[in-house]
């Protein structure tokens, strides 16, 4: 058997060469299909007359739409001439000729683009017999134009294709909400997408209670589901936040981490946590200058504040967010503290940036950990100069 064919076809003064490829078994036998003057033909093998045939697509078994005889007891219909009645118009020549698939221009190779994706893991921890209690994130929400009151939960999901499924979906005691989030796409990262959750709209339209968030996709028909956290809403209020501190976060670059472009997204989000913002030191530098009287002035003064985020001794799930995303990868990065003890209750979503690296203290034979980072002024305009 031959794979390649090289077919030569005269009409009078014009010639036609088709090379074509074998592309099924008919009888035993490999058959070869191409096209001329807007129809489909097939050489085949025919086991029952022994010889080659050739005939009209689709029904070319038919003995009606047999246009001719390539009559040839050889397991390949080449070197075949055949003079024919093309569709009783004009006489036609047809000369076969085995040919190398390398010159037929079409091989044995073709081109596939799969887009390489990592799926989203829902991780399941194991029960170790832990007293540990599920984790649930305190979030509140309050109308008017403070920033501070209103907590916000963003949510992403990477896809590998635009034919994908997903949605962002909250659940209500296991019910789903009213409320149901919006998916915005990311400006500069194909096929990926989040949604930003205002809690005040949740508290206006299904009211305070246990809520999750969770993420269905099918992705290249892998269909699956994560939970993406758990809240507990109330409305703000002092009593509610007492004892609590929050960073809040805009996300506008490249993450490795989560292998999506988020630049010009500016992703709000805000993570409410048991602890302590606060310490001021102004650090102040000063520069100055002795004049020949001997007497010394001022030159430059100013102060570069810092400020430290401590946690109270949390679970995995509070300080893995604060040490991996919001410390990591913020743009602007703003903080706020709501305890009755601290000595300034000016901390209401301050801007500041990451100064020194996150530290972690663990505790023997406990599961929960602490985390200490220290922060400084986003901008740098507390100074005085002559």
Same mark, same amino acid.
């Given at each position: ?69 390539l009559d040839t007891p050889d397991p390949c219909p080449d070197s075949i001439a055949l003079s024919l009645i093309w569709l009783n118009f004009s006489p036609i020549s047809i000369v076969t000729e085995a040919i190398a698939c390398t010159t037929c221009g079409v091989e044995d190779r073709f081109l596939r683009e799969y887009s390489a994706i990592t799926l989203p893991t829902d991780f399941v921890e194991q029960d ?24 916000? /939960?963003?949510? *992403? %999901? ?6 994908? !499924?997903?949605?962002? =979906? #909250?659940?209500?005691?296991?019910? @789903? ?18 949604? /930003?959750?205002? *809690? %005040? ?6 009211? !305070?209670?246990?809520? =999750? #968030?969770?993420?269905?996709?099918? @992705? ?167």
């Amino acid at each position: 058997m031959c794979e390649c064919l090289k077919i030569t076809l005269t009409n009078g003064p014009v010639i036609d060469i088709i090379n074509v490829q074998f592309d099924s078994i008919v009888n035993g036998q490999n058959s070869y299909l191409f096209n001329y003057s807007g129809n489909d033909y097939r050489i085949y093998y025919d086991n029952v007359g022994l010889g080659w045939r050739m005939g009209i697509m689709p029904a070319y078994t038919v003995p009606s739409n047999w246009i001719g005889t390539l009559d040839t007891p050889d397991p390949c219909p080449d070197s075949i001439a055949l003079s024919l009645i093309w569709l009783n118009f004009s006489p036609i020549s047809i000369v076969t000729e085995a040919i190398a698939c390398t010159t037929c221009g079409v091989e044995d190779r073709f081109l596939r683009e799969y887009s390489a994706i990592t799926l989203p893991t829902d991780f399941v921890e194991q029960d170790r017999g832990a007293d540990d209690c599920c984790c649930e994130y305190l979030v509140l929400g309050s109308a008017g134009s403070d920033t501070w009151k209103n907590d916000k /939960t963003s949510a *992403w %999901i990477k896809l590998s294709d635009p034919t994908d !499924i997903f949605s962002f =979906a #909250l659940y209500k005691n296991g019910v @789903i909400t009213s409320y149901l989030p919006v998916p915005v796409p990311f400006p500069n990262e194909p096929n990926a997408y989040y949604c /930003t959750i205002s *809690w %005040i709209d949740v508290l206006n339209s299904d009211g !305070i209670g246990c809520y =999750a #968030l969770k993420i269905d996709y099918n @992705i290249s028909g892998v269909i699956g589901s994560v939970s993406w956290g758990k809240y507990n809403l109330k409305p703000y209020s002092v009593a509610n936040a007492l004892g609590t501190a929050r960073v809040r976060a805009l996300f506008n670059g490249i993450q490795e981490t989560e292998g999506i472009n988020f630049t010009n997204s500016n992703v709000d989000y805000s993570f409410r946590f048991a602890g302590f913002i606060g310490s001021q030191q102004p650090n102040t530098e000063t520069d100055n200058i002795i004049y020949g009287n001997r007497e010394m002035k001022r030159v430059i003064r100013e102060n570069l504040n810092t400020y430290e985020i401590n946690t109270d001794p949390l679970t995995e799930c509070f300080i893995r967010p604060l040490m991996t995303l919001f410390l990591l990868s913020e743009n602007e990065l703003f903080i706020s503290d709501y305890n009755v003890f601290n000595h300034s209750y000016r901390y209401l979503d301050l801007p500041v940036i990451v100064n020194e690296s996150s530290e972690i203290t663990y505790f023997d034979f406990s599961r929960k950990a602490s985390l200490k980072c220290k922060v400084e002024d986003k901008f740098k305009n507390k100074r005085t100069y002559y």
